[in-house]
């Protein structure tokens, strides 16, 4: 009885060598083949971050084995980039890498000290540098900010409220705009981005989505008006639109 005992246990012990055996040597197949190596980034939802960006910021090669990749570590990664908000990472076999990821969208350039700071919604700062650059972001005028660093917050309340205002207007009618003027504290007026630079009286920041809906259509509208417009005012309850002479 003791020697049938002794011949399972010896079977099972070979059965596990072999199931390891054999487990091993399909792990080893699809870590190392070369069909399934990286070759592709699937990358959805970058406007301004681009694959090369990725790519260095995750520390992703191309050529390496697509199942030696952790997607846990290089979505880690990306997420810690202040421009990146929100970040997924998947494998795509048999080749690819799908990232998904939703950008802290700049909104506003302001004036600092130092040079300029680009802006989200937030009022975080996505990025500094000393020589203006061109981007289809407008810049706030009429207020003094000092230097700040990539990832500190403005905590100019005024500021805040500009912001939360562009932040409801689409990407189209952003790109429109070169410049919001605080005029005075309570007072704000923006300007097209238009040969020649339509005033748009925003006023009070009040009635926040009216007055974007407003300035979307206007601005949507003035490509098309055959009539220059001199300024919009929004400040009335219907808005009023002074024609150049």
């Not at 020649?196 to 490509?223: N, S, W, Y």
């Not at 008006?225 to 009023?240: G, L, M």
Request: with cysteine; aromatic share 8%; hydrophobic share 40%.
């Amino acid at each position: 009885m003791a020697v049938v005992k002794k011949k399972r246990r010896k079977r099972k012990i070979f059965r596990g060598v072999i199931f390891i055996v054999v487990s091993a040597a399909v792990i080893g197949f699809f870590v190392y083949v070369p069909f399934f190596t990286l070759s592709e980034i699937r990358l959805d939802g970058a406007k301004y971050l681009t694959e090369e960006d990725i790519m260095r910021v995750g520390n992703i090669y191309m050529g390496e084995p697509l199942f030696k990749l952790e997607t846990d570590v290089v979505q880690s990664r990306l997420s810690k980039d202040l421009r990146i908000e929100e970040v997924s990472v998947r494998r795509k076999l048999p080749h690819a890498l799908e990232i998904k990821i939703k950008e802290r969208r700049p909104l506003a350039t302001i004036v600092c000290d130092y040079g300029y700071l680009d802006l989200d919604h937030n009022g975080m700062v996505l990025d500094s540098y000393k020589t203006l650059k061109t981007m289809q972001i407008p810049m706030i005028n009429g207020v003094a900010v000092r230097d700040l660093y990539i990832g500190d917050t403005i905590d100019n309340v005024l500021v805040k409220q500009i912001l939360d205002f562009l932040q409801r207007l689409n990407e189209e009618t952003l790109n429109r705009l070169s410049e919001i003027a605080i005029v005075e504290e309570d007072y704000i007026v923006m300007y097209s981005a238009t040969e020649r630079p339509v005033q748009i009286r925003i006023g009070k920041l009040e009635r926040l989505d009216e007055k974007a809906r407003l300035t979307e259509d206007f601005l949507r509208d003035l490509e098309t008006n055959p009539h220059p417009v001199e300024y919009v005012d929004f400040n009335y309850t219907a808005p009023f639109i002074k024609l150049a002479e």
